[in-house]
């Protein structure tokens, strides 16, 4: 069975802190992805990454950079916390080029930024 | 470029009623379509998809239909249940299987 995890289910941070959120799948998937869902605006992306080391901007990339090190591995990095960045973030993972084959999500990590 | 437009929520029935959730796309080529479900406090999992136009996707009792000359994948469920209730996202792969487009969901609640 596929699995993408996600380190943290819930998380609570000071404003300013330097937060990490790890995402680890098990499917040698070359594509992961990091998304932020906030209520009324759905699923907005925000980095994604084709193989290693390589790392593309989504939609909403400011305040937030990734490392991808290892395939298996996705991080996404808040530089400085905000309140702003109070959100629910999903990692997902997908085989690449293969217009047919889904996106596996991780189960959420809820941030929370006082 | 591609985009997936769906039905505003939210959506409220009671049990055993008929659900459709509409989902639009526009695309070049030959994109594939999927819904997504994800119930309180989980990430999203695959509900259903379809690779090219009049295939019908199904599980767990819904369907959807890719309809290329609608260019429409709606959801549908002829009975729902109070385990329904979740947020379905409707989700569309392009041609070259390189982007991703969701739609900005649809919340349904189903009451007893």
């Known amino acids: 069975d596929v699995k993408v995890t996600q380190s943290s289910r819930y998380l609570v941070k000071r404003t300013g802190e330097k937060v990490f959120l790890e995402c680890v799948q098990d499917m040698d998937h070359e594509n992961m992805f990091w998304y932020r869902q906030d209520p009324g605006l759905g699923l907005r992306l925000i980095y994604f990454?084709?193989?290693?080391?390589?790392?593309e901007k989504g939609d909403i990339p400011e305040g937030y950079s990734v490392s991808r090190e290892k395939k298996e591995r996705f991080s996404l990095i808040l530089e400085s916390a905000s309140t702003n960045q109070t959100s629910m973030y999903l990692c997902?993972?997908?085989?690449?080029?293969?217009?047919?084959?889904?996106?596996?999500f991780g189960p959420g990590t809820r941030l929370l930024v006082l | 470029g591609d985009s997936v437009t769906q039905m505003e929520g939210p959506v409220t029935l009671s049990e055993e009623a008929f659900l459709t959730i509409n989902c639009t796309y526009t695309?070049?080529?030959?994109?594939?379509l999927f819904w997504y479900v994800q119930y309180p406090g989980e990430g999203l999992q695959l509900l259903l998809k379809a690779t090219k136009a009049d295939d019908k996707g199904s599980n767990k009792g819904f369907e959807a239909t890719y309809r290329k000359e609608t260019t429409s994948f709606h959801l549908e469920k002829g009975s729902v249940q109070v385990s329904d209730s979740a947020v379905y996202f409707c989700a569309l792969s392009d041609n070259t299987g390189n982007q991703f487009y969701f739609g900005t969901g649809t919340s349904l609640t189903v009451i007893p």
């Open positions: 997902a993972s997908r085989q690449s080029g293969q217009r047919q084959e889904t996106q596996y």
């Open positions: 695309a070049t080529g030959y994109p594939s």
């Open positions: 990454s084709y193989d290693v080391k390589m790392k």
